[in-house]
Nanobody, 116 residues
């Protein structure tokens, strides 16, 4: 059974930082692309960042330059560090796992709220 368990969300002031973590089980982590997506109320889910099985990071335009995605192959964990947070970064952040950048498994999501 695939499980992606997110943690690290919460309330943060604008300009602050946040680290999100996702622990994966039930997948072949070393072969999986991992990603963070987010969804704000009334908006479509959008890519925040993706890290390939080989460790290459790809970032969505809204967070480029403010975020870093990394993965730990031993702990089967993917981490998203976000800096200089803005109110528009508010949303539910989902961890995804898949291959060839197509996510086939999702976590339950963690709420991030950035206050102005």
């Amino acid at each position: 059974q695939v499980q992606l368990v997110e943690s690290g969300g919460g309330l943060v002031q604008a300009g602050g930082s946040l680290t999100l973590s996702c622990v994966a089980s039930g997948i072949i982590f070393v072969n999986s692309d991992m990603a963070w997506y987010r969804q704000a109320p009334g908006k479509q889910r959008e890519l925040v960042a993706l890290i390939t099985a080989g460790g290459t990071g790809v970032y969505g335009e809204p967070v480029k330059g403010r975020s870093t995605i990394s993965r730990d192959y031993i702990k089967s964990t993917v981490t998203l560090q976000m800096n200089s947070l803005k109110p528009e970064d508010t949303g539910v952040y989902y961890c995804g796992a898949g291959v060839r950048a197509t996510m086939s498994h999702w976590g339950q999501g963690t709420q991030v709220t950035v206050s102005s």
